[in-house]
């Protein structure tokens, strides 16, 4: 079948499902949706959390004052694309086929957030990184559309090719699509409207604030009205830049790739800021559900086995560190370690959530996208079959909508389960490990041998979890080059089983 003409199909059906919800749903009462995602940004680089004292998120810990913080926040995958396909379909990635990068891009069936809400009479815009198009490692996507674009382990995708998989093909009305300059949109800063199916738009400023000040111009475009924002910010990724303004409030001895991500993240900090106040201005703060987190955990470069952080320079690319920091959790980006998978992740709803709420149950980021379609009242029967759940009854107060479920991971050659307090580990080359997260979100003592029972059962889950996934299977080839790099570093050496751990299950 064509896959324009089933997505046609899956339009008519998302639209009856949610006609109740078009015909009853009171535009007044509707909250606005902004999901802002930030790019490696590590889980201890929140000031509110104290885990750090030379990070400045002022900001972002105002916005956890007036609405909820979680400390135990985990995203899809410890990678981007993947983790964004997830927190845009609401599904585990893995469920489509979307593993790691290379398995993009996005397939055209999944229905999008954005799409979604779009049937509900939203309107919608998307600001920043994307990166769920074809791109330069599709290789297993060129070899079934663009087999002549494949050059070695290269694919030179087609634009015409990549288009019907950007933003403005999945929902989004309005874009203003870039990591870098140049950018594409359908819109200026100055909110005037550009070409319908977008333009180039050069603007070499420093991005964060490029991508701020685009939010910032699609919220005055539609502020009277019911929208959805996905700003998702180039930052802290590599390559490191900052302007001076950021950077001058960042002195002292320290290298400066940490200054430089340290002046990223507070700029990221400081458009939430201006995105706020521009809410209240506009005197729609308080019915705009605000949710923001990370899309994995950051870099540190131990890939090689050993961390060389300090006398990295700031215009070494990547994969290095990107001067955000996990502490105190162990691991980084492309682990299922905590470091990897574990987020900053703050939301705000002044007119329904609590204030000031911490939360330490296990949450993931595809709950923010359950969350944003039940609030806007999107129907029911039509995000059944979605992954996360809407957080939104429990933490305003119904204590019997606590979500009861485990948590998954299956990235690269690696598979992780968390149940509760227990977490598991296992590698494709039958490493196996258990820790109590609850006592040792570190993940310093590993409790393998002394709680088999435990890790039996967690292991039997994790294989019931992977065989319904798109391949269906636990993790079974060796490491790769990266993987042992991190787990030598991370865990060979680092990682023990005390006597007061034995315990019986």
Known sequence: MNIFYMRSLIFCAATFVSLP??????????????????????????????????????????????????????????????????LMTGRYQQRFGFDTIPDGPLPLDQLTVAERLREVGYATGMVGKWHLEPNAVCLKWAKQHQPDGIQGNRVLVRRDLSMPYWPQSRGFDEFFQGELNPYWANFDLRGKTLNPTGETVHDGRFR???????????????????????????????????SEKYLQRFLGDMPERRRTGLAMINAVDEGVGRIMKLLQDKGIADN????????????????????????????????????????????????VAEGGIRVPMIWSWPAKLPKGKIISEPVISLDMTVSALAAAGVNADSTSSLDGVDLVPWLSGIESQKPQRDLYWRFWNQGAVRDGDWKYILTGDGRELLFNIRDDKEEQHNLINSRRGRAKILRDKLKSWTSELKPPGLPSAPLNVQEVGWYKYYFDEKVTATMSDVKSD
């Open 21 to 86: 919800s078009l015909l009853w749903a009171d535009d007044a009462t509707r909250p606005n949706l902004i999901f802002i995602f930030a790019d490696d940004w590590g889980y201890g680089d929140l000031s509110a959390m104290g885990n750090l004292s030379d990070v400045k998120t002022p900001h972002l810990d105002a916005l956890s004052q007036q609405g909820v913080m979680f400390t135990d926040a985990y995203i899809t995958a410890p990678q981007c694309s993947p983790s964004r396909a997830g």
């Open 288 to 335: 705009t559900f605000v949710m923001f987190a990370s899309d994995n955990g950051a870099p540190l470069g131990a890939h090689t086995g050993e961390l060389m952080a300090d006398i990295l320079p700031v215009g070494k690319p990547g994969p290095a560190w990107d001067g955000s920091r996990n502490d105190p959790l162990r691991g980084e980006k492309g682990m």
């Open 208 to 242: 964060v604030d490029v991508q701020t000040d685009a939010g910032l111009a699609f919220i005055r475009r539609n502020a009277d009205k019911s929208f959805f924002l996905y700003l998702a910010h180039y930052a802290p990724h590599v390559p490191l830049e900052a």
